[in-house]
C-alpha cells in the first residue's frame, strides 16, 4: 500500500494532536485509481520548524495554518511556490472568509479548511488532495512515458530506414558516376536492387500507417459478415506468383460457411500477414497449409509452414513493434517488423490472442482465434 506523508503545521498543540488523531490509521479507499493509500504524520509549530521537517524528508499533503508565530500560511504559500515541491497545501485557518480563500488559492493553495472542523471534515479535505495528488502524479508518469515510447518509436523507426536509404543512395552515386562503364544493361541489377529497396520502405511506410489507425482507434471500420474461405483463398492467391517461383505450394483448408462478423480489411491483414511470412520464411519446393476451424464463439485460424522455423528465444521477441528475426538464414529476407505487432493488436481488438509454434529447419505454425460476433 502506498503510503502519502502529511505535514501538519499549526502552533496550537490541541489542533497538531487532533489532527494527528483524526488522520492515525487513516486508510484512503480510491477504487477509480485501483488501490488504497495510508498516511504518515508529522507535525511543526512554526515556519522555521517547518522548514526543518521539509528538509528531513518530502511532504505529499501540508495542512498550512493561516497565522504561525514567525510568518503566515500565505507567506508559505509564496516561498513554496518558488520551489519545485511535488506537494498539495491545504489552508487552515481560524478567519475564514471568502477573501482569505481567494488569496490562498492564487498563492497555490489546493483546497481551504476553516476551523473549526470536525474529523470527518478533515479526512474528506484530506482524501480529496490525496486524489488530486495521486491523478496528478499518474498524469506526469503517463506523459513521461508516452514522451519516452514516442522517442524510442522515432529512433527505430529512423534506424529501419536508414539501411535502405543508403543503400539506395549507394546505387545512386555508382549510377551517376558510370563505375559499370557506359553500357545501361551493366546497371540493371542496381536498378532492380533500388527498387527493392523501394518497395521494402513502401511496405513499412504502409504497415507503420495500419498500425498506429488500429493503436489510435481512428481507423474507420466496417463489420459484415466475413466469408473467412474467401479471405484465405484471397490471401493465398496474393502470394501465389512469388511461391510457385520458389516451388512452394499453397492449401486452403476451410470450410465453407464459415464466417464472422468482422472488418474485412482487418481479416485481410492477419491473412496477408500470416501466407507472406510462411512463403518469405520458407525452403525452396516448401508448403503452407492455411486452414481455420470454429470452436464454439470462437474461430481459430491457422498458418504452417515448412520453413526455417525459429528457436523459442526467437519466438518470444516475434509480436513487438519493428521485431524482426535477423540471422543468416534470414538476411536475405525484407520485412518492416510491424506485421505481427498489428495482428497481435487485431487479435485483441477481435477478443482472441495469437501465438506461434516453431522449431528451427523444420517449420512455423502461426495461430489467432477471433470472437465470430465481436461487434
Known amino acids: 500500500m502506498d503510503i502519502l506523508n502529511i505535514l501538519v503545521v499549526d502552533d496550537e498543540l490541541g489542533m497538531r494532536h487532533g489532527a494527528e488523531r483524526a488522520l492515525r490509521g487513516f486508510v484512503i479507499d480510491l477504487p477509480d485509481i485501483d488501490g488504497d493509500v495510508g498516511v504518515a504524520i508529522r507535525t511543526a509549530s512554526s515556519g522555521r520548524e517547518l522548514e526543518e521537517k521539509l528538509a528531513a524528508g518530502p511532504a505529499d499533503i501540508l495542512l498550512l495554518d493561516h497565522k504561525l508565530p514567525d510568518t503566515t500560511g500565505l507567506e508559505i504559500l509564496d516561498q513554496l511556490s518558488k520551489r519545485s515541491l511535488d ?3 491545504i489552508m487552515i485557518t481560524a478567519y475564514a472568509s471568502l477573501e482569505t480563500a481567494v488569496t490562498a488559492t492564487r498563492r497555490g493553495a489546493y483546497d481551504f479548511l476553516a476551523k473549526p472542523f470536525t474529523p470527518e471534515e478533515l479526512r474528506g479535505a484530506v482524501r480529496k488532495a490525496a486524489r488530486h495528488l495521486i491523478l496528478q502524479r499518474q498524469a506526469r508518469r503517463l506523459a513521461e ?7 524510442q518509436f522515432i529512433s527505430v523507426l529512423a534506424h529501419e530506414m536508414k539501411a535502405p536509404i543508403a543503400a539506395l543512395e549507394g546505387y545512386l552515386h555508382m549510377i551517376e558516376e558510370r563505375s559499370l562503364g557506359d553500357e545501361l544493361a551493366a546497371y540493371d541489377r542496381m536498378i532492380s536492387r533500388c527498387l527493392l529497396r523501394t518497395d521494402g520502405m513502401r511496405k513499412l511506410i504502409s504497415d507503420l500507417l495500419d498500425l498506429t489507425a488500429i493503436e489510435s482507434g481512428q481507423r474507420q471500420r466496417t463489420l459484415t459478415c466475413v466469408d473467412v474461405l474467401e479471405v484465405a483463398r484471397q490471401a493465398a492467391d496474393n502470394f501465389r506468383a512469388e511461391a510457385e517461383q520458389r516451388g512452394i ?4 483448408h ?8 468482422a472488418d474485412r480489411t482487418e481479416m485481410d491483414m492477419i491473412f496477408n500477414n500470416f501466407v507472406s511470412n510462411a512463403v518469405k520464411y520458407n525452403r525452396d519446393k516448401g508448403r503452407v ?3 481455420a476451424v470454429a470452436e464454439g464463439d470462437m474461430i481459430r485460424v491457422t498458418v504452417e ?10 519466438c518470444k521477441k516475434l509480436f513487438s513493434d519493428f521485431s524482426r528475426i535477423k540471422n543468416e538464414k534470414t538476411r536475405h529476407v525484407l520485412g518492416s517488423g510491424l506485421g505481427l505487432s498489428t495482428v497481435k493488436k487485431l487479435a ?7 501465438s506461434v509454434r516453431s522449431q528451427p529447419d523444420v517449420g512455423t505454425a502461426f495461430t489467432i482465434t477471433l470472437a465470430r460476433n465481436r461487434a
Not at 505450394?249 to 486452403?252: A, K, P
Not at 476451410?254 to 462478423?261: D, F, H, R, S, Y
Not at 485483441?348 to 495469437?354: A, D, P, Q
Open 145 to 151: 512515458e508516452k514522451r519516452q515510447v514516442r522517442f
Open 87 to 89: 506537494l498539495l497545501t
Open 348 to 354: 485483441t481488438l477481435y477478443g482472441g490472442e495469437v
Open 305 to 314: 509452414d515448412t520453413g526455417i522455423g525459429m528457436t523459442p528465444d526467437e
Open 249 to 252: 505450394g499453397i492449401e486452403v
Open 254 to 261: 476451410v470450410p465453407a460457411g464459415l464466417t464472422l462478423q
Open 289 to 291: 497449409l492455411v486452414s
